[in-house]
């Protein structure tokens, strides 16, 4: 089992900036793939970025949904089994609840578990 922590939520005006960040804890060995949804009032919880390690950066592979592109960046520390994702320009269509998802990790026994999902946090852009 891994438990995710995540802070960083907030209030913020249009064209400001947040970091998330979501640490995860438990019998960890390594974490494949990290990542962040997000689900607004009334709407499906969607994928904005998701980094996956492949051997050659610290942050891996990197996704980002078309409209966070050029304004939102992730990030990890894989010593410390935490990501972060960096919001910057924040428009209003940007608030929703972001969840910290672990797609896949090996734990110290050497097992594959899949998807594990953290309590979320509020981001709420509005002057």
């Known amino acids: 089992q891994v438990q995710l922590v995540e802070s960083g939520g907030d209030l913020v005006q249009p064209g400001g900036s947040l970091r998330l960040s979501c640490t995860a804890s438990?019998?960890?060995?390594?974490?494949?793939?990290m990542a962040w949804y997000r689900q607004a009032p009334g709407k499906e919880r969607e994928l904005v970025a998701s980094s996956t390690r492949d051997g050659t950066t610290r942050d891996g592979t990197t996704y980002y949904k078309d409209s966070v592109k050029g304004r939102f960046s992730i990030s990890r520390d894989n010593a410390k089994n935490t990501v972060y994702l960096r919001m910057n320009s924040l428009k209003p269509e940007d608030t929703a609840v972001y969840y910290c998802?672990?797609?896949?990790?090996?734990?110290?026994?050497?097992?594959?578990?899949?998807?594990?999902w953290g309590q979320g946090t509020q981001v709420t852009v509005s002057s």
């Open positions: 438990g019998s960890i060995f390594s974490i494949n793939t």
């Open positions: 998802n672990v797609k896949n990790y090996y734990d110290t026994n050497g097992s594959l578990r899949n998807n594990y």
